[in-house]
Nanobody
């Protein structure tokens, strides 16, 4: 059974930084495309960024482009989301996602979800 466990969320001031981590167990991590989504209260879950199995393709949502960076370490079965210059509108629960064969840029492409980690940006 594939499990995704996120960590690294918390409360940060605007313009600050956080790094989220997601450890994958129960599967062959290097086969998965990985991604991050987020969901704010009262809003739909939205795509943040993704990374191909090789790390060579990293699409981002326009709202985070230039501020967030996704990376992976296949030896550690871990994907990271480095978030810089955080804004209040980045406040949300952040979910790690895994899929096979296609980039997980939409919820429909996701096969496995993490439980989520809360990120709160204060002014």
């Amino acid at each position: 059974q594939v499990q995704l466990v996120e960590s690294g969320g918390g409360v940060v001031q605007a313009e600050g930084s956080l790094r989220l981590s997601c450890v994958v167990s129960g599967g062959t991590f290097s086969r998965y495309t990985m991604g991050w989504f987020r969901q704010a209260p009262g809003k739909q879950r939205e795509f943040v960024g993704a990374i191909s199995w090789s790390g060579g393709n990293t699409p981002y949502a326009n709202s985070v482009k230039g501020r967030f960076s996704i990376s992976r370490d296949n030896a550690k079965n871990t994907v990271y989301l480095q978030m810089n210059s955080l804004k209040r509108e980045d406040t949300a629960v952040y979910y790690c996602a895994a899929g096979l064969y296609v980039i997980v840029s939409t919820p429909g492409a996701v096969q496995y979800w993490g439980q989520g980690t809360q990120v709160t940006v204060s002014s």
